[in-house]
């Protein structure tokens, strides 16, 4: 093809290159022009114009790409007719589109004006969504280039899998005092989720949190997929969920995906039905990992851990505290702030007794505490206790708003921060940390750090320092940080998490009582002398 400028008188039988309109009179650009033009061209003084000029060896853009999306219009998908050399495939069901990316890199290095564009592999469409388009940049591709990238494409280039998953399960589990109002938002928005799938989320199920329960439930499972939400979020392969898979005789082929949200999501079987342990974010509609699972699953396609490995790249699906979004709006979301008082101590220290049982004027150091800070303005409280501490669990009932089960709390205190970070209501602006140990801290000091807490002007994390300057608790933290918090391990609390984002901390000073914590027989000792 040659493309340029000619003599309008010798411009008939070639493709003009850019419009012209003339008083009404008007040849777009992409005609064929005619004598007829030509002898209009010159009646209106036009002496020169751009063509392209094709020869034997050309094929026009329509033809070449009506060729090249023959191969690509397979089952569940229909092409447009061609127009202005481009041919669009449309999806004519919901499903998964799997795109081979390797064929459409081949294609569209035969030759710059020859391309495709499609969406991405594993993309979610529904009916009339445009899946790929081909388009010739010019007006013409050469007859062999064509040839050439149709070899490139196939059946198996662009394939639409429909969803064919048509019921599921849900197992939610509860611990003691867990807020039914939690079970029913994470019902409804697993409902949410299945009907988007066309699944029929016949069974919800609701049992205690431990393995035999939740095994028995898996057991008498007879839906196509079975979906487990948990109370407390799952933090091992060995925890509740994924233990009680294995007990009720399946399988587990993944726990933890590169996701966010999303990490804490587990996948297995049970006798050749899918069991996927959706994570906590679950609760939420917002996109999160488990969405990806469950579309190639409902669609079905495998997803092995490989599979899941290879959700890396593209899988942060949320911002990270040092990255905030250019245009995030810096106002405080319409909740309160929610108060977490984490009370899963092993009480090593004391030697024998537990600090949060011992008496202070006829109640529980714990019950003191929850009491005090119940006093302030924040939105409620969340308190996380260690199922092994023989009496906690009377000790506090009927305090705060719902009591969180942290079953591995003996591993370190970043797991009472995850059950507890993964416990909060959906509405919680900001959560403010507070240990059980501490009997001076006041409502007071919870109202301090509420009012400092100002995103519009940094105050994402909000710290009370003692008159000696030193850092205390409890520390006020943005929601942007339940992430980053939740994912914390071992016995490392949030001190290093607040080093890394000075640039946001605000600190307020307030009294002693910011540092004092019992956990010792000597600070015992000490602060009851100092009452007295």
């Not at 997929?225 to 994924?242: C, E, Q």
Request: proline share 6%.
């Amino acid at each position: 093809m040659k493309f340029g400028t000619v003599r309008t008188a010798d411009a008939a039988g070639h493709t003009l290159a850019h419009s012209l309109s003339f008083d009404g009179l008007r040849f777009p650009k992409g005609r064929v022009l005619t004598d007829a033009d030509v002898n209009d061209l010159q009646s209106l003084g036009v002496r020169d114009v751009t063509v392209a000029q094709f020869d034997s060896t050309d094929t026009d853009e329509n033809t070449a790409a009506a060729q090249l999306a023959a191969p690509l219009g397979g089952a569940n998908i229909r092409q447009t007719d061609p127009f202005s050399g481009r041919v669009n495939l449309i999806a004519q069901t919901g499903g998964i589109l799997r795109v081979c990316a390797s064929d459409i890199a081949a294609f569209n290095a035969v030759n710059e004006a020859i391309t495709i564009a499609t969406l991405p592999d594993y993309a979610r469409v529904f009916d009339g969504t445009l899946l790929a388009t081909i388009k010739i940049i010019p007006y013409a591709a050469a007859a062999s280039d064509v040839a050439k990238a149709v070899q490139t494409l196939s059946a198996a280039t662009l394939q639409l899998h429909p969803l064919r998953l048509k019921t599921a399960q849900l197992i939610l589990t509860e611990t003691p005092n867990f807020k039914p109002s939690l079970l029913t938002k994470g019902e409804d928005a697993v409902r949410t989720r299945t009907t988007a799938l066309g699944l029929d989320l016949r069974s919800v199920t609701t049992v205690p949190h431990t393995q035999t329960a939740v095994a028995d439930a898996l057991v008498k499972s007879t839906a196509d997929i079975t979906l487990i939400l948990g109370a407390s979020a799952t933090s091992d392969r060995a925890d509740v969920a994924p233990a009680a898979l294995i007990e009720a005789g399946g399988t587990l082929t993944r726990f933890g995906m590169p996701v966010d949200p999303g990490n804490l999501l587990f996948l297995g079987s049970l006798n050749d039905t899918p069991v996927v342990g959706l994570p906590g974010c679950a609760r939420s509609p917002a996109l999160n990992g488990a969405d990806w699972v469950l579309e190639r699953l409902c669609a079905g396609l495998p997803v092995t851990s490989d599979h899941i490995a290879a959700m890396g790249v593209g899988g942060l699906l949320k911002e990270v505290p040092a990255r905030p979004q250019p245009r995030r709006n810096a106002a405080k979301p319409s909740g309160k702030p929610h108060i977490l008082l984490l009370a899963a101590g092993t009480s090593t220290r004391m030697r024998g007794d537990n600090k949060l049982l011992r008496q202070i004027d006829g109640e529980p150091l714990v019950v003191r505490t929850a009491n005090q800070l119940s006093q302030s303005s924040a939105g409620g409280m969340t308190i996380v206790i260690n199922p092994e501490t023989s009496g906690l669990v009377a000790a506090v009932s009927g305090q705060g708003d719902q009591i969180v089960t942290a079953h591995d709390a003996n591993t370190g205190l970043a797991a009472s921060l995850r059950a507890g970070i993964n416990a909060l209501p959906a509405s919680a602006s900001a959560v403010i940390i507070a240990l059980a140990d501490m009997p001076d801290v006041t409502a007071d000091d919870i109202d301090a750090l509420i009012a400092a807490y100002d995103p519009s002007n940094n105050a994402l994390i909000v710290a009370p320092t003692a008159p000696n300057g030193k850092r205390g608790n409890p520390v006020l933290f943005d929601r942007r940080y339940f992430e980053p918090l939740a994912s914390l391990s071992g016995d490392t609390g949030a001190k290093a998490l607040i080093e890394t984002e000075t640039a946001n901390l605000c600190l307020i000073p307030r009294g002693a009582g910011v540092l004092m914590d019992l956990d010792t027989p000597e600070a015992w000792a000490a602060w009851e002398a100092d009452r007295s």
